[in-house]
């Protein structure tokens, strides 16, 4: 079993970065994919950012590609969100998942993940 803890979330203005991390109970091995997903009021929850086990595969969503990154460091049990240029329409709850095996990513990805954190709240005032 894979306990995941999501910490870096805030209120912050348009324009502004946040780093989300989150931390596993142990030690992530390298056949364990991470993805980071949203869920807003009313909406959905949607993907985010996705990353391979070793880290050497990265996919975005179309609406943070070029202003967030994913990262992991597995010798500290840890993926990181960067994101940078916040937008409003980014404000949300954040989640961090993981699953074994290979990367799943696209809408229908969150049901591929057997694991996930509490969620972090980021909002983004303008």
């Known amino acids: 079993q894979v306990q995941l803890v999501e910490s870096g979330g805030g209120l912050v203005q348009a324009g502004d970065s946040l780093r989300l991390s989150c931390v596993a109970s142990?030690?992530?091995?390298?056949?364990?994919?991470m993805g980071w997903f949203r869920q807003a009021p009313g909406k959905e929850r949607e993907f985010v950012a996705a990353i391979s086990g070793r880290g050497t595969l990265k996919y975005y969503s179309d609406s943070v590609k070029g202003r967030f990154t994913i990262s992991r460091d597995n010798a500290k049990n840890t993926v990181y969100l960067q994101m940078n240029t916040l937008k409003s329409g980014d404000t949300a709850v954040y989640y961090c998942?993981?699953?074994?095996?290979?990367?799943?990513?696209?809408?229908?990805?969150?049901?591929?993940?057997?694991?996930w954190g509490q969620g972090t709240q980021v909002t983004v005032s303008s």
């Open positions: 142990r030690g992530t091995a390298s056949n364990y994919a």
């Open positions: 998942a993981a699953k074994a095996g290979g990367v799943t990513t696209g809408v229908s990805a969150a049901s591929k993940y057997n694991y």
